[in-house]
């Protein structure tokens, strides 16, 4: 096949990760014969919006037919940002790991203490839901809980991974939502159940095939 024809999708990392941190799935993808485009971004500190900025000029050095989308975290909200920002052509199907699109009560709670003044655009970000939401994608929502009405991080309220409520994952305009008793938060992305349902809506649209 032409490499100008294999799929390619972008891998992208959360808040106080960096891209090594994707690199379970940039393995899974290659071996799966998908190209990989996995930067890394200042998501710590600079805000959704600067990280998408950054997120568009890498994405203009590369190349691609179909190119779809993958966040963990606070990744999928930067993913979102640049989809409603920037007109960028060949997007295939989104895939959103445990990313709080409505928000997140545990950023809002860090953003409050006085040693994260350095990390307060990122927290300030996340503590409020998406206001950008691209409309036309599919977007699958996978989300990491136990499935019953309180979680696995008790001080967070309903179902949670230990850091992001599972209510704060759903939003209105995604196309299919999985929930799996996946934990802890920063490592629901580094296995393979998460992985196969990640490549089954890339390729399909669903996550159940």
Request: hydrophobic letters at 40%; a positive charge.
């Amino acid at each position: 096949m032409n490499t100008s024809e294999v799929p390619t999708v972008l891998l992208l990392h959360g808040y106080l990760r960096t891209a090594r941190d994707m690199n379970y799935l940039k393995r899974f993808f290659i071996k799966n014969g998908f190209n990989t485009i996995v930067p890394t971004l200042p998501v710590t500190t600079a805000g959704i919006g600067k990280c998408s900025d950054l997120l568009y000029d890498i994405l203009s050095e590369h190349s691609w037919k179909i190119l779809h989308l993958v966040g963990h975290s606070s990744g999928g909200r930067i993913i979102l940002d640049i989809l409603t920002r920037y007109d960028i052509s060949g997007i295939g199907n989104i895939v959103l790991i445990s990313s709080p699109v409505n928000g997140s009560v545990m950023a809002k709670h860090l953003s409050s203490l006085p040693y994260a003044d350095c990390f307060s655009k990122t927290l300030a970000d996340l503590s409020a839901p998406s206001e950008n939401i691209p409309v036309g994608k599919k977007i699958g929502v996978i989300a990491a809980g136990t499935g019953m009405r309180f979680g696995f991080n008790p001080f967070i309220p309903g179902d949670n991974d230990d850091l992001i409520a599972v209510s704060e994952m759903r939003f209105n305009g995604m196309h299919d939502f999985i929930l799996r008793n996946f934990w802890p938060h920063q490592a629901v992305h580094r296995n393979k159940k998460t992985a196969i349902l990640v490549k089954n809506f890339l390729l399909s649209g669903t996550f159940r095939i």
